[in-house]
């Protein structure tokens, strides 16, 4: 059943990439795609609903094998027949990542018939969107690192494809690249790993993998150092220190792309990753502790950024590098359910705040800063109250879906110890807060600082755009009670539903102490909306300017997301440019001199050669023959061809021998 | 009985004549008649030595150069004949096509 899940999608794009592009209509076009999708998600409850009723958790599905079976000897000496069978795995993890991205990813499909209705690139754009829809089905599904390496990397290409998607301008074809190198490096991490597994055990598929962690196969070392290497991955995908920067500048591609890849599923491919390889991560220790401190380092430090920024997507994108690092935190203080659960919630919220963003933008002929919005409060009525939804969820305002899986990380983190973590996390959900409302204020309060011809244009979205927008409002408000933790009096479905494949956080917190970590941290999201307020609509702007006069050079530092890009320009890009330059001149001196100098050598070694062939070899050939003409000149006299003369010879001839015989005789 | 260095004398008379005609004719024809008294030279010396010593065996050479000579005689004037239909003579100077 669940096989058929990445099967329409596929189907979508082989429809849309090789005969949409020529000869469908765009309506024609967006039947395809959105159909595709749907059918998927159609797929996804059905399988969905089959797993609930089965008392099978997991099910795994070999189709073919991929790589034949060949023996390979592993660490300790130890022979094993190492084969990959391109595998399914469905377990609980798989099917709420299946339903997340084919049910986000559908209605963000309906989204763009509305956004993309007047593009030139209508089927390319859906074409590369199924097919990142494909890619990221095969990646959640995948039973067995390598068959998830394909997805991994098919959401990267989908990734590059998309944010270049308008290629013709120059800032969005090298966002695209930067995003796609910058995958590379945490690829490299991520391939590595696989191939520290394979000769540690000899096995890429996850159950075996958790199978020989049990079994004691696996050194704590090799273990730590692996699930470094595949962490170093989900940096890339999903937006860590230190390979974070490609995602602000990802926003370069078309809304509804920001929101499908950029918010809600390619950037928690690493969160799956984690999750899904939970076993490895949590024997290791090590590699968990540096998860939590990535990620909660990563979800203040993006938060920061996300204070200063004027481009409204760019403060999502800062927004949503933070709130994977609290998807982070929740896995490496072991809580793997609540951070799965993050994942989940952030998705509904995060891509309903791009959206609607996408819908102001769209209302006011595709300004993005912030500076040049302001009181669209009542000139968008109905991008304005969703939006307000998704602002209030991401804030951790109580009964919204982002305060229940944020709390849920942050008293796991508590109640495992990681009081750092838990301070910084603490902290950067004041900061969310604040500059999530601080976007709010600045567009949709105050006075209204379009331009004229925007402001002229303004208009609310069409209804497929806004339509979306209100369902994934809806689970943005209620999406947090699959999730309703045991002190509010829920049973905390979702945490016992993942059970089967990520295990259950043994860190037990009193009711008490979880109530007042509650109210702490609705307290400080409360504070920092309060903050806000104050600073961006009270005043107007007044102490924000005040504080940024005040700490220029701080606030420098800030609007210059920490010059980071500046030193990763010099030193990686431009290392790498001198690098290849200095490999050029190497290679044009000294590889190209070498081969010169051996040709220069070889010319003149055979032209000595044939000097010497055709003065002494030939001369000789020559010689023999000249001797041999002069000698005939001369002897061919005798030959005068008259009869007479040779009988002269002969009677001659017989005379000598007549005379010879008459004297020895 | 004729005294044997008389039949020599008269042998080498002949073949001396006939190498004489070979050596200074230009006539192909008189060439090989010449060459014929050559052969039959030899002959009465041959045929005068077998009476002499009372041997068959010279007679019996001279009948096989006689054989042979007739068979030369043969190819010879085939040739001779053939070369007189090509140049409408038969002269031994003009023949030098083998000249080195």
């Known amino acids: ?665 | 009985m004729i005294p044997v260095n008389l039949v020599l004398g008269l042998g080498l008379l002949i073949f001396s004549i006939g190498l004489v005609g070979v050596l200074v004719r230009k006539n192909l024809i008189i060439m090989l008649m010449s060459l014929e008294l050559l052969l039959n030279g030899v002959n009465i010396i041959l045929a005068g030595l077998g009476c002499h010593f009372k041997s068959p065996r010279g007679s019996v050479f001279a009948l096989f150069v006689i054989v042979m000579a007739v068979s030369e005689a043969a190819v010879g004037f085939a040739l001779v004949l053939s070369y007189f239909r090509q140049k409408q003579r038969a002269d031994a100077d003009e023949l030098n096509e083998l000249k080195g």
Request: hydrophobic fraction near 55%.
């Open chain 1, 1 to 665: 059943m669940f096989a058929w899940i990445p099967v329409f999608p596929l189907v979508g794009v082989l429809l849309n990439g090789l005969l949409g592009i020529k000869y469908f209509s765009k309506r024609a076009v967006s039947t395809v795609a959105v159909g595709a999708v749907g059918l998927s998600f159609a797929a996804s409850v059905a399988s969905f609903v089959r797993l609930l009723g089965s008392t099978e958790p997991v099910v795994v599905k070999a189709y073919f094998t991929w790589i034949p079976a060949s023996l390979v000897r592993v660490f300790g000496g130890r022979l094993q027949s190492l084969a990959i069978d391109f595998s399914f795995r469905y377990d609980s993890l798989a099917a709420v990542m299946t339903l997340v991205v084919t049910g986000v990813g559908l209605l963000i499909h309906i989204y763009s018939v509305g956004y993309m209705a007047r593009d030139r690139g209508y089927a390319r754009f859906f074409a590369y969107l199924n097919l990142f829809t494909f890619a990221m089905l095969i990646l959640v599904l995948g039973a067995n690192l390598a068959v998830m390496f394909i997805g991994w990397e098919g959401v990267g290409l989908c990734s590059y494809l998309l944010i270049g998607f308008w290629f013709s301008k120059d800032t969005a074809a090298n966002a695209g690249k930067k995003a796609f190198i910058t995958n590379r490096v945490g690829d490299f991490g991520f391939i590595l790993g696989i191939g520290l597994l394979v000769s540690a055990l000899g096995t890429v598929d996850i159950g075996e993998i958790a199978a020989g962690i049990g079994g004691g196969l696996l050194g704590r070392g090799t273990a730590t150092a692996a699930a470094l290497l595949l962490f170093l991955g989900a940096t890339g995908k999903s937006a860590q220190i230190p390979l974070y920067t490609w995602l602000p500048d990802a926003m370069e591609g078309p809304t509804p792309v920001s929101a499908l890849i950029h918010a809600a599923t390619m950037v928690t491919a690493g969160v799956y990753m984690v999750a899904r390889m939970h076993v490895l991560y949590s024997f290791s220790g090590t590699a968990l502790d540096v998860v939590a401190l990535v990620g909660a380092l990563t979800a203040v430090y993006a938060a920061t950024m996300g204070f200063v920024q004027n481009d409204i997507k760019r403060v999502l994108a800062y927004s949503t590098i933070s709130q994977i690092g609290y998807m982070f935190i929740g896995l490496g203080v072991g809580a793997y359910s609540a951070g799965i659960f993050h994942l989940m919630t952030h998705a509904f919220f995060k891509s309903l705040l791009f959206l609607a963003a996408g819908s102001v933008i769209h209302a006011l002929s595709g300004e993005q800063d912030m500076r040049k919005m302001g009181g669209l409060k009542a000139r968008l009525p109905v991008t304005y109250p969703v939006f307000m939804a998704g602002a209030l969820a991401i804030a951790g305002v109580p009964g919204l879906a982002g305060f229940f899986s944020k709390d849920e990380i942050l008293a796991a983190a508590f109640a495992s110890g990681h009081y750092a973590v838990w301070v910084l996390g603490l902290a950067g959900a004041g900061m969310t807060s604040f500059y999530i409302f601080r976007l709010i204020f600045l567009t949709f309060y105050g006075r209204e600082r379009a331009e004229p011809e925007a402001r002229h244009h303004l208009h609310e979205s069409p209804r497929i755009m806004t339509a979306p927008l209100q369902v994934l409002a809806l689970l943005a408000i209620v999406g947090g009670y699959a999730g309703l933790p045991h002190v509010l009096g829920g049973r905390n479905w979702f945490a016992a539903f993942l059970r089967s494949s990520t295990g259950i956080s043994d860190h037990p917190l009193a009711a008490s102490a979880e109530i007042m970590l509650m109210l702490f941290s609705a307290g400080v999201s409360l504070a920092g909306i309060w903050a806000a307020y104050v600073v961006y609509v009270k005043k107007e702007g007044l102490p924000a300017e005040r504080l940024a006069a005040r700490f220029k050079a701080v606030y420098r530092l800030v609007s210059r997301k920490y010059f980071i890009d500046e030193i990763y320009d010099r030193v990686a890009v431009r290392g790498t440019l001198a690098l290849g330059r200095l490999s050029a001149w190497f290679d044009a001196r000294i590889i190209d001199g070498l081969v010169d100098g051996s040709g220069w050598l070889v010319r003149k070694f055979s032209s000595a050669s044939m000097a010497f062939d055709e003065a002494v070899v030939d001369g000789a050939v020559n010689g023999i023959g000249r001797a041999h003409r002069a000698v005939s000149r001369g002897l061919r006299r005798l030959q005068t061809g008259y009869v007479y003369n040779y009988a002269l010879a002969i009677v001659i001839g017989l005379v000598i021998l007549v005379s010879l015989a008459v004297t020895i005789f």
